[in-house]
């Protein structure tokens, strides 16, 4: 049996949460639950200068639509409260002065004009680029001499001068690090704030978090939290260093830009924007588990709790997984047309209201938007494209900026005008406006006067809808309604007779 596992995601409100970290914490998330354990939300504001002050909201209200939960975190308390660093600073204080006290650590006095000179030397000389340790090496008069001074200082770890430092990857086996090529870190910065090695390492011993799930970008800080661990005396967590996700392509890491789609269109690359662009969280969810990690070699679509059932960390790819932008929409769209009618309307009310400027309490109870519904959910792979769809149905007229595209194919101009003549006669005596009758009676009509189908409802859908591309024409006919369907076909026919008086 798998032990009940605590798990966290720890994101810095200095940016947006990427596709990316979202990925991180979703696997995150999966492994607690699989395990029956718990999931922490951790905010990492440490850095200050980069603070981006909406960045925290949309980072919570992201992942929430993503439909991830959290056991313990900033805005639902726990027993290891507070969930924010900013508010943790005494014991990264404590934990520093720990440190130095037992010799894992000492005060760094350097100024960044003696850090540049440093650099500067190094590189004229060819040297390796990096801290040489000089405060490491004061004597007790030469510190004392230094605080008299006042200057300001930091707190570095004293790394090991020799042999190996390993550790267990979940995904990736054993990992091993010479410390020859680790520098002496900064721990606590001259504002007392901790940098990101000294508060993660304080902060997942004190939440008693058992797996470090991160990404790989990640690794090679790791072997400064086990040399932290050790000094502390503390067990290691495991660790899981995610794979990268690639760019569609597959050459380079995604950046933050918004991604094309192989038909032109964009895909957001932040996760709070996603909801924008009409994507459904379920299938974001679905999506982003399949980037590096697989159900098996078949399955494409699956559900939440079907995920957390099969997660497995060790069955991460360790390689780089491509961006594969085709499958988001492709997935979207699976997930639009499994939901019921009444689910689908509900979700699109939004985006209509949006797109349309149509209040959302008439989209609710708009009877006409319901009888194109099913039509719509068969054509559409984001929610933002329902509107081009019925917009048709929210104008009081139908523009026709260009007559001729009433005319049907392999038809004149004045063919068509006794066409749309027959057509407006033919519906002004229908009693019964439903689907089954207008098909039936359109039909006859194209039968007896000796044309083709097309003939005459090509400009029935035109004068209608001003498009060419719509849903079948009888649910549109329907949901206008007879009046409303006749005025627009007479104000097209109209149009047609004084393009043809002119020419």
């Not at 040399?227 to 005396?233: C, V």
């Not at 699976?334 to 797109?355: A, F, T």
């Not at 989209?363 to 009888?371: G, V, W």
């Not at 004045?414 to 229908?430: F, K, N, R, Y």
């Amino acid at each position: 049996m798998t032990q009940p596992a605590r798990t966290r995601f720890a994101p810095s409100p200095t940016g947006y949460l990427h596709i990316g970290g979202a990925r991180t914490a979703l696997f995150a998330w999966l492994y607690a639950r699989h395990t029956g354990g718990q999931f922490i939300l951790r905010i990492e504001d440490t850095d200050r200068k980069r603070y981006v002050p909406d960045a925290l909201d949309k980072i919570i209200s992201g992942l929430r639509w993503l439909g991830l939960d959290w056991d313990e975190g900033p805005d639902v308390g726990g027993p290891h409260a507070p969930y924010i660093q900013s508010q943790r600073l005494p014991m990264y204080q404590e934990a520093a002065d720990w440190l130095i006290e037992h010799g894992h650590a000492y005060r760094c006095y350097c100024t960044p004009e003696e850090l540049a000179d440093m650099r500067a030397e190094q590189q004229a000389k060819k040297q390796k680029v990096g801290y040489d340790r000089r405060c490491r090496w004061l004597t007790p008069e030469e510190r004392a001499a230094k605080e008299a001074e006042g200057r300001a200082w930091v707190v570095r770890l004293a790394v090991p001068l020799e042999g190996e430092v390993a550790f267990e990857d979940e995904i990736r086996g054993r990992v091993t690090f010479d410390v020859r090529e680790l520098q002496d870190a900064v721990l606590l910065k001259a504002d007392g704030y901790p940098t990101y090695h000294l508060a993660v390492v304080v902060d997942d011993h004190d939440m008693e978090i058992t797996h470090v799930i991160r990404g790989e970008e990640w690794i090679s800080s790791a072997p400064l939290h086990v040399l932290l661990y050790q000094a502390f005396g503390w067990d290691l967590p495991a660790f899981a260093h995610t794979p990268s996700i690639l760019k569609p392509s597959g050459k380079g890491k995604l950046s933050k830009r918004d991604l094309k789609t192989p038909e032109g269109g964009s895909v957001p690359i932040m996760l709070h924007e996603y909801p924008d662009y009409g994507y459904l969280p379920e299938a974001v969810f679905n999506f982003l588990s399949g980037i590096g990690w697989s159900l098996d070699d078949r399955t494409e679509i699956y559900d939440r709790e079907t995920a957390i059932k099969h997660f497995d960390l060790k069955a991460i790819n360790p390689a780089p997984a491509r961006f594969p932008v085709e499958k988001l929409d492709w997935m979207n769209g699976v997930y639009i047309r499994n939901l019921s009618l009444e689910e689908l309307h509900r979700r699109l009310i939004p985006y209509l209201s949006r797109d349309l400027g149509v209040p959302e309490e008439e989209l609710a109870r708009d009877e006409r938007l319901k009888i194109l519904l099913p039509h719509v959910q068969e054509r559409i792979k984001r929610l933002t494209e329902a509107a081009q769809w019925v917009d048709y149905l929210y104008v009081d007229e139908v523009r026709l900026d260009d007559p001729l595209s009433l005319v049907p194919r392999k038809t004149t101009p004045q063919e068509t005008l006794p066409i749309l003549d027959a057509i407006i006669e033919t519906l002004e005596s229908v009693d019964v406006w439903d689907e089954e009758t207008l098909e039936t009676i359109l039909r006859e009509l194209a039968t007896t006067r000796g044309l083709k189908v097309g003939q005459v409802l090509a400009p029935i859908r035109q004068a209608l809808t001003g498009k060419k591309a719509t849903p079948p024409l009888f649910p549109i006919l329907v949901a206008l309604g007879k009046e409303t369907s006749l005025e627009r076909l007479r104000s097209a026919r109209n149009t047609l007779q004084a393009y043809l008086d002119e020419a």
